[in-house]
């Protein structure tokens, strides 16, 4: 299956910041939804855009999806602690969804 | 929200043995559930579509023999790890489908083959 990039794989910011990261892929795609996972855990979903949708926000996430580029980009506003975590983002033309490389955000008290 | 279970949450086994993995939907039926493989530091990597009632469908280079699905019923597919080997010590994942559109992941299950 051919998995989707995200930028940057690595992500290391302070409390209150930003921040930005991207998704790239590679077919045409009914929705795209992005996932957090804690260190070893399971994941949990965090927003779902459709292909006809340009953006998208809930709390402090904001998601723009660009079906021309391919790409997703996912914002976590005024980032906490807690955030800290890795972020995927999973594409899916059909039933299956295909997981983008994901990028481990830290952010320092 | 929907629930996903998965059982056993972890499992350390010896090389050879043969180790299997339940995923439920509790409060909902799923016709499709996928099984998912990570390495760590990895991303997950869809292994196969587990069908209610058919054969599973597996993602290219996943061994059919090796990695056996069963979808007996609406809330319950399992996979089974054959003779496992050190190299399939991995944390395995399922998900099951409400709709198209949601998906519903379980929590995991750690997997070490000595």
């Known amino acids: 299956s051919q998995q989707g990039e995200e930028d940057p794989q690595a992500l290391s910011i302070q409390e209150g910041e930003n921040a930005t990261m991207n998704c790239s892929y590679k077919?045409?795609?009914?929705?795209l939804q992005w996932y957090r996972q804690n260190s070893g855990r399971g994941l949990v979903h965090l927003i779902l855009?459709?292909?006809?949708?340009r953006e998208k926000h809930s709390g402090r996430l904001r998601v723009t999806l660009d079906t021309s580029k391919k790409s997703s980009s996912l914002l976590i506003t005024a980032s906490r602690a807690a955030d800290t975590a890795s972020y995927f983002c999973?594409?899916?033309?059909?039933?299956?969804?295909?997981f983008g490389t994901g990028t481990r955000l830290k952010v320092l008290a | 929200g929907a629930v996903v279970s998965q059982h056993p949450s972890w499992v350390i086994c010896k090389s050879g043995t043969s180790v299997k993995i339940e995923c439920r939907s509790l409060?909902?039926?799923?016709?499709?559930m996928f099984w998912y493989r990570q390495f760590p530091k990895q991303s997950l990597m869809l292994m196969a579509t587990?069908?209610?009632?058919?054969?599973?469908?597996?993602e290219q280079g996943v061994e059919k023999d090796k990695f056996l699905i069963n979808h007996a019923s609406l809330t319950l597919s399992t996979l089974t790890v054959t003779s496992a080997h050190p190299e399939d010590s991995s944390f395995y994942i399922c998900?099951?489908?409400?709709?198209?559109?949601?998906?519903?992941f379980g929590p995991g299950t750690r997997l070490l083959v000595l």
């Open positions: 999973a594409t899916s033309g059909t039933y299956k969804y295909i």
């Open positions: 409060d909902f039926q799923a016709t499709t």
């Open positions: 998900s099951a489908c409400r709709t198209v559109e949601t998906q519903y």
């Open positions: 587990s069908n209610e009632g058919s054969k599973a469908t597996y």
């Open positions: 855009i459709r292909s006809n949708e």
């Open positions: 077919t045409s795609i009914n929705n």
